[in-house]
């Protein structure tokens, strides 16, 4: 029998499970059993083209390709067959394809893709209406502007989605999606979780044929795509299952993952919260008919930022984040704003661009890497700022995932400019693993949420070690640094 074979008759929750995150740049997959935890991973790369004009795209065969690969060498890995399958998604990438053939009609359009701005701009009077009705501010990286930029200038042919629908569609035949990912649209009744006629309408989407609205846990369908048949019985977007495998479950509770960028989380229950600071109000997940809600705030550039100062030279990769680093005291009064792709939460200047000011003869590699560091921490901890002020209570610490959570410089700058103890998941896919807890809860409908995840226990704790004024001074340097960019004369960029 070979590691995927499984006879869907024979299910059971306490088997091992196929848990599949599909992201940016690459595709995750493990193999989670519930007695001896992760016996098989694999990745594949799923890396997105970027273009002039704010293009970035990717062809959907590839993340298809990537899933696929990814998931078949965790099972290889893992020698043993599993009892279902759970696939996170990236949220806000979307594509055109044709529903009768699976055929994509058109690239998808990733979450990054800034070619809607002009459209977000001619909807500006409508933003306030789309925020009380959806959670969402109005710009591109959400998905509903994209989906009406594609029918504007590509294709009225087939149906426009975002990529999980796709996926699904390509791995069971079911047209769905699960209410977290639909909350990513703008197109969503936060109140309601179901599709608004209202945002259709003004989006130009009226007449679209929209995907069936699920539960994160619960049978979907069948898919062969490793092997014989398994049922896929989890799905969500990709950052809501960092959030639950983070065990941040309860009202208050926040995570922030560092990937290609770093997005904070926090659980508001289950009644939405419009936030008042620019953070996004959305669905966390939809279980046995019932939603939960989180607040979102988004950095687009981490991961990615590292990646343009490895492409400049200065380092080779996050793997030297640390040692050039650990070469200068501080960032010799260097101050980045790694703005790649504009500012989101909570300023939504995606016309904005990064700095980088107060650059001297005396600056060195190790001064860049660390007022990177900054500007990431800094906006992160801003996110958490704005967290607590909707909330009405400050976070007590902040549970970290990702990749870039490797990294000692990054992660201690974060806990020094938060002023809260950083702790570090022991698991850095927490994503896949999210996914994971949701296929083994789609299995057995008894297994309750607390139960469906590991306990938490970090794998390291970062505690601050300079005291609030050094903090605020270098926060403030940050904010002033965003302040200057916040005047630049670009257009109003529609967003709120």
Known sequence: MSPAQHSAGTASATGPVLAIDQGTSVTKALVICPERGVIGAGSAPASPRYGPGSVVEVDPRTLLASVIAAGRRALDEAGEPVVAVGLANQGETVLAWDPATGDPLTDAVVWQDRRAQPLCEELAGHKEQLRARTGLPLDPYFAAPKMAWIRRHLTREGVVTTSDAWLIHQMTGRFVTDASTAGRTQLLDLDRAEWSSEALEIFGLADERLPQIVDAAGPVGETTAFGTPIPLTGLIVDQQAALLAQSAIDPGTAKCTYGTGAFLLAQTGHQPLRSATGLVSCVAWQLGGRTSYCLDGQVYTAASAVDWLAGMGVISGAADLDPVGASVPDSGGVTFV???????????????????????????????????CEGIAAQVAELA????????????????????????????????????????????????????????MGLDPTLPLDRAVPPWKPSARYEPRIGPDEAAHRRNAFRHAVRTLLAHPASDSGAP
């Open 385 to 440: 700022d704005a967290v607590a002020t909707d909330l009405g209570s400050p976070l007590t610490a902040l549970r970290v995932d990702g990749g870039l959570t490797r990294s000692a410089l990054l992660m201690q700058t974060q806990a020094d400019l938060l002023q809260k103890p950083v702790e570090v998941s022991a698991l850095s896919e927490a994503t896949a693993l999210g996914a994971g807890a949701l296929a083994r």
């Open 338 to 372: 790694p703005a790649f792709a504009g500012l989101a939460a909570p300023w939504w200047r995606g016309d904005l661009r990064g700095t980088v000011t107060g650059l001297g003869l005396d600056t060195r590699p190790g001064h860049l890497v660390r007022a990177l």
